[in-house]
Nanobody, 116 residues
Framework: VQLQAFGGGLVQPGGSLRLSCVASGSIFSINDMGWYRQAPGKQRELVARITAEFSTNYADSVKGRFTISRDNAKRTVYLQMNSLKPEDTAVYYC???????????WGQGTLVTVSS
């Protein structure tokens, strides 16, 4: 399984970015997908998750600002990030939780920097 994340960059506070993650090597549609992030000096944390049944959940800190979605035909999961704040600055990692083993696969990470 390979996960390739795209879309990070530098954005001003209040701006938007969309992250994409393309998966290969697995039956994409049956696996849960997620985005995690890790800020300097902090532990990796869950940002958002979308199940194979398209159920979603979000960290409290991003509710109402971020939206996770998936396109099974394109084997891609997205994270639309709006109203970005400096505290959103982190490396964002794509995650696939394999069904039925529950094994976690990780992408290489993409850096999001929110700064004026």
């Amino acid at each position: 399984v390979q996960l390739q994340a795209f879309g990070g960059g530098l954005v001003q506070p209040g701006g938007s970015l969309r992250l994409s993650c393309v998966a290969s090597g697995s039956i994409f549609s049956i696996n849960d997908m997620g985005w995690y992030r890790q800020a300097p000096g902090k532990q990796r944390e869950l940002v958002a998750r979308i199940t194979a049944e398209f159920s979603t959940n979000y960290a409290d800190s991003v509710k109402g600002r971020f939206t996770i979605s998936r396109d099974n035909a394109k084997r891609t999961v997205y994270l639309q990030m709006n109203s970005l704040k400096p505290e959103d600055t982190a490396v964002y990692y794509c995650n696939m939780r394999s069904h039925p083993t529950g094994y976690d696969y990780w992408g290489q990470g993409t850096l999001v920097t929110v700064s004026s």
